[in-house]
């Protein structure tokens, strides 16, 4: 037979384990929606550096054929599939700039937008969105044809 003091201890107890299942249970929600959050930045960033990529790829391209504005697009829609399908026009837009004449000397940008869908829980009702829209940009400095004498 037990004492009281036994059936209190056995009750305080059982009361703890509880507690720490609480305890667990909003633990672990905070760092799944953290982990969840470092994976879709991680996811983000690798899908930046393929478009960083093809941008510099299509402007590579324009340096030496910078009137060729189709060339410039094709070779950037054709640089990746994963993690962007950047050949998909409808989510990646490509912007070819030319600030001067084309010419030696002069420059040539490319630029390539994607609205990137966020994955991550609750951050679209913080930052007002669920799409977070990634520009990469690259300049080139043109090498071909030479400029005609003023």
Do not use: W
Request: aromatic share 6%; proline share 5%; net charge negative.
């Amino acid at each position: 037979m037990k004492t009281a003091i036994e059936l209190k201890n056995s009750g305080s107890t059982r009361n703890q384990r509880g507690q720490s299942l609480v305890e667990l249970a909003l633990s672990l929600s905070v760092i799944l929606l953290l982990l969840s959050g470092a994976v879709d930045f991680s996811i983000a960033y690798f899908s930046f550096s393929a478009m960083q990529d093809a941008a510099q790829e299509g402007a590579l391209y324009g340096s030496i054929n910078p009137t060729d504005e189709e060339g410039i697009i094709t070779r950037v829609r054709s640089a990746s599939t994963n993690p962007v399908d950047l050949a998909n026009e409808h989510l990646v837009n490509v912007v070819v700039t030319l600030p001067g004449e084309a010419c030696e000397g002069n420059a040539v940008r490319v630029n390539v937008i994607y609205d990137y869908p966020i994955s991550m829980p609750f951050i679209g009702a913080i930052i007002g969105s669920q799409q977070i829209t990634l520009n990469a940009s690259v300049t080139d400095t043109i090498l071909t044809p030479t400029c005609p004498s003023s």
